[in-house]
């Protein structure tokens, strides 16, 4: 199915490793032309040069996603490059998982306010696109109350929220928002892996928790981002997609 996601362009934060390489990756196979950011500048250069042997159109910078003036200018570079904004995909996390103070300031100013940031700088592109979306993603740990709940838990909660008001708010102006959240996710080098290295149990206990008997891939979850970025989800809007494999046991009602 065509997407109609060809000549679109798109902005993904946390774009080098995991879900936002496979966002990055899978928009621009897509035919969107995509700018992203992650914090180091080698993975980005890495990034940048595997997209261009596969033909993707794609900009990459380093951006401390913390700093709001860095991640602004980013998002104007970006949008004077590509010729505007029709996508915003934020992506980023601290994955601050702890009781601290430290924790819940890490995963405030990464987790949520990168997000409305990165949001507010795009606001006036996205205004002037004919096919304006937002996609925020969160996680399980967002619905359900597990190991992550302290910093990280709360915060992905309020990306839910804020995603979900963005939606009601922004509907007269034709731009959509909806926030996506992943299950465990296990791809090499990240989280997951380290915890299979590092916890044995806690992976053990988290792997058994799934019926499918297995954690996501990151592809599986940039298809639901990139489903909802699509002019195809016209109509979607204001909608938390549960992409867990059916982990979680809540019913959204």
């Not at 507010?120 to 359900?144: C, F, H, K, Q, T």
Request: proline share 4%; hydrophobic share 45%.
């Amino acid at each position: 199915m065509d997407l109609h996601l060809s000549g679109m362009k798109a902005l993904v934060t946390g774009g080098t490793k995991g879900i936002g390489r496979a966002t990055v990756e899978m928009l621009a196979a897509e035919g969107a032309a995509v700018s992203f950011c992650a914090r180091t500048d080698d993975d980005v250069k890495a990034t940048c040069r595997e997209a261009e042997t596969a033909g993707h159109r794609v900009r990459g910078e380093a951006v401390d996603v913390r700093d709001g003036d860095a991640l602004a200018g980013w998002v104007e570079r970006s949008a004077t490059e590509l010729g505007g904004i029709d996508i915003v995909v934020a992506n980023v996390s601290a994955l601050s998982i702890g009781p601290e103070e430290e924790n819940w300031q890490a995963s405030f100013e990464v987790d949520l306010m990168h997000t409305v940031r990165a949001v507010n700088a795009a606001m006036p592109y996205l205004e002037r696109s004919e096919a304006a979306s937002i996609v925020a993603v969160s996680s399980v740990s967002g619905r359900e109350v597990d190991f992550a709940a302290p910093a990280y838990g709360p915060m992905k909660a309020a990306i839910v929220h804020y995603a979900q008001s963005l939606a009601y708010q922004l509907a007269p102006k034709g731009i959509r928002a909806n926030s996506v959240s992943p299950g465990n996710t296990f791809f090499e080098g990240g989280v997951w892996n380290q915890i299979k290295d590092g916890n044995r149990d806690l992976y053990d206990q988290a792997l058994a928790l799934n019926p499918t008997g297995r954690m996501g891939t990151p592809e599986e979850m940039a298809y639901a981002i990139t489903m909802l970025a699509s002019p195809r989800a016209s109509f979607i809007s204001g909608t938390n997609l549960v992409v867990d494999g059916a982990l979680t046991r809540g019913v959204q009602l």
